[in-house]
T-cell receptor
Framework: DAKTTQPNSMESNEEEPVHLPCNHS???????IHWYRQLPSQGPEYVIH???SNVNNRMASLAIAEDRKSSTLILHRATLRDAAVYYC?????????????FGKGTLLTVNP | DAGITQSPRHKVTETGTPVTLRCHQT?????MYWYRQDPGHGLRLIHY???????DKGEVSDGYSVSRSKTEDFLLTLESATSSQTSVYFC???????????FGPGTRLLVL
């Protein structure tokens, strides 16, 4: 399985942008980049995903490097509710690609 | 939010007793998954289902069995609970392998 590398923790101030990096140098051409987050005492929550182009949704933006070996999740204005563990995961399509491999993720702390 | 519920949300049981956890979805997704989450291990896949009566093992399936008699319900059974099965259990659903997985709120199980 292609692996991802994320910083263990990051800190931000409320209402400031946050850039969460993820390295995935062994990504294959068909792997999608998924981001999930897990708030305290809750189940993982889907945030965003992409393949090659940058993506935006109501929660965040995903910037994907041109060589696809890294990506950045962007929270445009962090709120206290964004404090969570953020996971960057690579997923294939179809076949036996059913399992999500959650690493340790990045613990984001948001200061008021 | 995806319609996924888990029951019970909390359970305390004794070693050697059978336990059944239920996952119910209203999204009509074909794939359903059971994960467990433990400190230091992240989320690990126990079993998954790719259709009614179609199930397969994940990476930590020993001591667990599953059943899926209806699209909307996926049951996880601990035939004889052990203290090592104390964990938080999450159910997830997806349309197909590799697609976004949506998680339930989790069940906290304590085996004494």
């Amino acid at each position: 399985d292609a692996k991802t590398t994320q910083p263990n923790s990051m800190e931000s101030n409320e209402e400031e942008p946050v850039h969460l990096p993820c390295n995935h140098s062994t990504i294959s051409g068909t792997d999608y980049i998924h981001w999930y987050r897990q708030l305290p005492s809750q189940g993982p929550e889907y945030v965003i995903h992409g393949l090659t182009s940058n993506v935006n949704n109501r929660m965040a933006s995903l910037a994907i490097a041109e060589d696809r070996k890294s990506s950045t999740l962007i929270l445009h204005r962090a709120t206290l509710r964004d404090a969570a563990v953020y996971y960057c995961i690579l997923t294939g399509r179809g076949g036996s690609n059913y399992k999500l491999t959650f690493g340790k993720g990045t613990l984001l702390t948001v200061n008021p | 939010d995806a319609g996924i519920t888990q029951s019970p949300r909390h359970k305390v049981t004794e070693t050697g007793t059978p336990v059944t956890l239920r996952c119910h979805q209203t999204e009509n997704h074909r794939y359903m998954y059971w994960y467990r989450q433990d400190p230091g291990h992240g989320l690990r896949l126990i079993h998954y289902s790719y259709g009614v009566k179609d199930t397969d093992k994940g990476e930590v399936s020993d001591g667990y069995s599953v059943s899926r008699s209806k699209t909307e319900d996926f049951l996880l059974t601990l035939e004889s609970a052990t203290s090592s099965q104390t964990s938080v259990y999450f159910c997830a659903i997806s349309v197909s392998p590799g697609e976004t997985q949506y998680f339930g709120p989790g069940t906290r199980l304590l085996v004494l």
